[in-house]
């Protein structure tokens, strides 16, 4: 066994014997939330799932606030203030940690070495920071995996509408087209899989890879549809969490994100290149659509900043975008703010120009990727100012829309990917 | 009186001979050698270019942005700059040895140190090379991350990074080749120190408080970094 795995989590294995479900919950500086999570989980396993052998998992990285400490005396005392019974089996915690520029991969790799060991039937990962993560979860993202021979469970999530925007204007559409699945939530936080999924993800040789240290969700999500694993969809409610999360750096979480998608096209070029429309994925639970509170948005600002943006970095879209794109997207830069309108056909268009660049390696791969920001900010300004006052209906509509543009526009990125350099 | 000029004008005549017979083959082999050089630094430029080609050292020169570079100072592809510049340095070095040929003192002296300073001066073509290829990697890293910042004036500090590391290029590369020794290097150090210097104050003095604001969001308030969009992309 490599040495990712210490001596000490190694004897916390053996002990553990073999369980049935394994639940991870890879922190980082979570002091505050991580015993909601924690206490929430093992109600969620005694409530749903009391006859299977369980266990709890914590990948830390090297916390300093006392996170995994907090897991290890977080555990519910007494389930009569939750539950009319009481667990009739002992819920083991096993702890570990990783180091911090291990990032993701460092603890899903963890997670899945342990799902391994322990011959779990289904692991869930779930994050340590979702306030509003309820013991629901738990069963609805390990049922399907231990009832229904799911192997991979993605989560579906009631989200404001303007919520997840890199997702559904750009992650989704393309997974979507490309791999031929409608999935939701490709760069999900929380997931579950089985026992199985989790040994193939163990043996592939991507774990030091650089885009795995923030894209390893995206990765395992189309590891999965590339490999033929049955995957299907899990509706968890609404999704809250800090907003410290929220205030990410947008040029970072492109970075990631999309440089592991189309990381992850390039790994799995033999399966999509050949795939043709899409099929639905099974959805457990019962998906509810509300208008969650309102957002704070900047639309004016985020349209300034694609104006100017492009304008700066022409020379650098020279470089990725054919002329006409480049052209239309200048177009759209040179408008005005109220009548600023990003049509599908053009963002489409455009992801798959940058996504053929990425591949044919045009320019440095990170620079490439930062390029990406400008213009996206432009999408996005438009969509905002597009579905300001849609009703949820328009909204589906409009999404179900793009993802069929990006189906309809696959032979484009085909053959931008095999065009010779 | 008449034989003595006939004499002297004879024994001019055959010096003249003796000269004309010495210096002619010379003449005649410095051509040749002119010639030759000529068609084996055109064969040469046809080899490294072919083998350019095949490496597709254009396209490895486009990634780094070096190609962009040529383009703007209207300079022909990196592999036909290659090419030409192996072309005339070949023919060069013939040239040379051609002349030395000739047997003028004061020349070959010049060549002597033409040719110890020939792998100097590939060194110092390296270094810049290598100089410009770094340049253009920062400079574009410098401008994505100023835009994606929202910084005021992107273009300008992506051209300030990339000046600076082209001129310490060049300063290297004329050091190299042992052109203005120290005084180059100081002129650079009083030059770069001076910008440092004046960025130092300008920020210290005028920025104030901005560099306050700063350092506290970047040491001590992170947790309060701000969205600039006020949504959550994921």
Not at chain 1, 184 to 210: C, I, M, R, T, Y
Not at chain 1, 312 to 323: D, G, M
Not at chain 2, 125 to 131: E, M
Request: positive net charge.
């Amino acid at each position: 066994m490599d040495t990712y795995l210490s001596d000490d989590f190694l004897r916390q294995l053996t002990a553990a014997g073999e369980v049935d479900i394994l639940v991870s919950i890879p922190t980082a500086n979570n002091r505050q939330t991580i015993e909601h999570v924690v206490n929430a989980v093992q109600v969620g396993l005694v409530k749903y799932f009391p006859r299977e052998r369980a266990a709890l998992m914590n990948p830390d990285a090297s916390s300093r606030d006392g996170t995994q400490e907090a897991v290890k005396s977080a555990a519910v005392r007494d389930f009569r203030s939750y539950l009319a019974a009481s667990p009739l089996r002992s819920l083991r915690t096993l702890t570990t940690s990783y180091h911090p520029s291990r990032g993701q991969a460092g603890a899903l790799r963890l997670t899945m070495a342990a799902a391994d060991l322990l011959r779990a039937k289904a692991c869930v990962v779930v994050s340590p920071d979702v306030t509003s993560l309820t013991p629901e979860w738990i069963e609805g993202l390990a049922r399907p995996v231990l009832r229904e021979n799911f192997d991979l469970l993605t989560p579906i999530y009631q989200r404001h509408r303007f919520e997840g925007l890199l997702v559904r204007n750009l992650l989704a559409p393309v997974v979507r087209a490309a791999y031929g699945y409608r999935i939701e939530e490709p760069a999900p936080d929380e997931a579950a899989f089985s026992g199985k999924l989790a040994s193939h993800f163990l043996a592939q040789n991507v774990w030091q890879e650089d885009f795995m240290r923030n894209g390893a969700p995206i990765w395992m999500t189309t590891t999965a549809l590339a490999n033929s694993f049955r995957a299907g969809q899990s509706f968890l409610g609404p999704k809250v969490y800090p907003a410290k999360r929220a205030a990410q750096d947008l040029a970072g979480t492109i970075q990631h994100f999309v440089g592991a998608l189309f990381q992850s096209l390039e790994m799995h070029e033999s399966f999509w290149a050949g795939q043709s429309g899409s099929q639905a994925v099974p959805v457990f639970g019962f998906p509810t659509e509300l208008d969650l509170g309102p957002a704070r948005l900047n639309r004016k600002k985020m349209f300034e900043m694609f104006q100017s943006g492009t304008r700066e970095i022409v020379s650098i879209l020279e470089q990725v975008l054919s002329a006409s794109t480049l052209r239309e997207v200048l177009e759209v830069a040179n408008g005005e703010e109220a009548r600023c309108w990003f049509p599908d056909e053009l963002w489409v268009k455009t992801v798959y120009e940058f996504a053929a660049a990425y591949h044919r390696r045009v320019m440095n791969r990170d620079h490439l990727l930062q390029a990406l920001t400008p213009v996206y900010r432009g999408r996005i300004s438009s969509y905002l100012r597009e579905n300001r006052g849609a009703a949820l209906e328009q909204l589906r509509e409009r999404r179900e829309a793009l993802q069929m543009e990006c189906e309809r526009m696959k032979p484009l990125l085909v053959e931008g990917w095999s065009a010779k350099t | 009186m008449g034989n003595l000029l006939l004499k002297s004008l004879t024994q001019t005549m055959e010096g003249l001979s003796a000269m004309l017979a010495d210096f002619l083959p010379r003449l005649l082999a410095m051509i040749i050698i002119f010639i030759v050089g000529g068609i084996v630094a055109w064969i040469l430029k046809v080899i490294v270019r072919r083998i350019l080609s095949f490496v597709r050292f254009n396209q490895l020169c486009e990634t780094a942005g070096f190609t962009q570079l040529l383009t703007k100072t209207a300079l022909p592809s990196p592999t036909e700059l290659l090419s030409r510049l192996v072309f005339w340095v070949v023919w060069i070095a013939f040239t040379l040895v051609a002349l030395s040929g000739l047997g003028i003192t004061a020349l070959n002296d010049e060549i002597t140190r033409f040719f110890l300073l020939l792998p100097q001066i590939f060194v110092a073509i390296l270094i810049l090379l290598v100089g410009v290829l770094i340049a253009n990697f920062f400079g574009r890293a410098t401008l994505l991350a100023a835009v994606n910042a929202n910084s005021p004036s992107p273009r300008l500090l992506s051209s300030m990074v990339r000046f600076l590391i082209i001129i310490l290029a060049v300063t290297m590369a004329l050091e190299r080749i042992g052109l203005g020794h120290g005084v180059i290097l100081i002129a650079f150090s009083i030059a770069f120190g001076a910008v440092m210097f004046g960025l130092a104050l300008a920020f210290g003095l005028g920025g104030r408080d901005a560099a306050r604001r700063l350092i506290e969001k970047r040491f001590i308030d992170d947790q309060k970094k701000e969205d600039e969009d006020g949504i959550s992309h994921l």
